[in-house]
């Protein structure tokens, strides 16, 4: 059978080589970068980020080649400009963050001050093929209880303002006080999802329709499922892990969806416990499991996801890739783990943020 397409967008902070302090030249990085860029390359909300876009890819290991060559385009760009790029989900040290001068940047930064001002996390949105709105919704409905095993899989982001936060994921708590973000109840079809992002918008709350946060939402580009709850991935190979069981969870939902099998409603508030427990401890404490809420162990957590979806990933012909790519992060430990035994070994965060920009351009 044909695999669903699937493509990845990553975020990267901006350093300054030797030193690994911010540097705000995002502006500079996408004016100088070129055509050859094309779409590969754009900004966020801050200054001191670059966003990268794959293509749409078919197999796990066009899509690994996709993310080394964005990486690479990024470090390119931003050496042009004197920086680097590190693939961390928040900023180990102190930083004051510097909007992007566009109109809609600027405009949130006034309507939502601090929040907005405070906002120098970096995301792994996964946009995974789908066939219909129908369809999408579908998968939204029943998709919520396994979207926490991707977090506590990509946590990346333990320092903020130069301190241990003593949480796998402080991104996803920072990302947290945006008012549409994290997870979001059964819609039933598309046109009540339509309907629900129209009255939030028209709330006068969000600015447009892009400002909706939710954890996994119907992209407003492109005809995709995008999930959103990921951090940053220190390691490409780690990226297309979460992008393998992304589009084998929207293919498994898809297929009970098909098959008739009605929705089993999760509380909205359940599954914001669960993904704070990922948020906080990753993969170094106990998980919720996706059907009874009771706390177990994160390998687990995450073998149910795999399980879940195993069909799906022998499908794709992803089961093996996964089952190697799942063992090594498991031995290895996520990009907080590396990260703090970084810091371990020299106490400096510096050190932590040039070890991170080795990887993150290695041909992992």
Known sequence: MDSR??????????VEPKTGRPKAVAGTVLQESGPESGKDLEGELQQQQ???NSRPCHSLEELHRELRRCRATAATAADRAGAQVAALATFPLPVEPQPLRTNRYERMAELFGLTAHEQLTCGCHVHVGIASTEEGVAVLDRAGPWLATLLALSGNSPFWQGR?????????????????????????TSRAYRETIEQMVASGTLIDPGMVYFDARLSERYPTLEIRIADVCLRAEDAVLIAALARALVETEARSWRAGKPVQPTR?????????RASRSGLDDALLHPVTGKPEAATAVVGMLVDHCREALADAGDAET?????????????????????YRRSGRLPDVISSAVAVTGSAG
């Not at 241990?164 to 039933?188: K, L």
């Not at 909205?268 to 704070?276: G, I, Y």
């Open 268 to 276: 909205t508030e359940l599954l914001r416990l669960a993904s704070w």
């Open 322 to 342: 996964v089952a190697g790519l799942l063992a090594a992060l498991l031995a290895r430990g996520n990009g907080a783990s590396f990260q703090r035994a970084a």
């Open 5 to 14: 397409s699937v493509g990845v967008e990553e975020e990267f902070l901006l």
């Open 164 to 188: 241990d936060s003593e949480y796998a994921s402080f991104r996803y708590q920072v990302w947290g006080r945006w008012p549409s973000s994290g997870p979001a109840g059964p819609f039933g």
């Open 50 to 52: 670059l966003e990268t």
